[in-house]
């Protein structure tokens, strides 16, 4: 199962964006950004719910908890 880092790299490439572009639409600093993608820092819950919302899937999915990216409630 892929990391949580892993799979934030993943729904980036997947929406064709840079790591600068995802950060300046979270209102994020681009290093802060990468550090989540490079293992360094983890997201507090309130940029994990943003990361989820942008990319449009669940937290179960981007923290590897479940590999479906979509909830089927």
Do not use: H, W
């Amino acid at each position: 199962m892929l990391t949580f880092s892993e799979r934030l790299k993943k729904c980036r490439k997947n929406v064709n964006k840079t790591q600068r572009e995802v950060a300046n639409e979270l209102c994020i600093t681009e290093a802060g950004y990468q550090n989540y993608e490079n293992c360094r820092n983890e997201p507090k819950m309130t940029a994990l719910i943003k990361l989820a919302d942008y990319f449009d899937v669940s937290i179960d999915y981007l923290t590897g908890r479940t590999d479906k990216p979509k909830c089927n409630c």
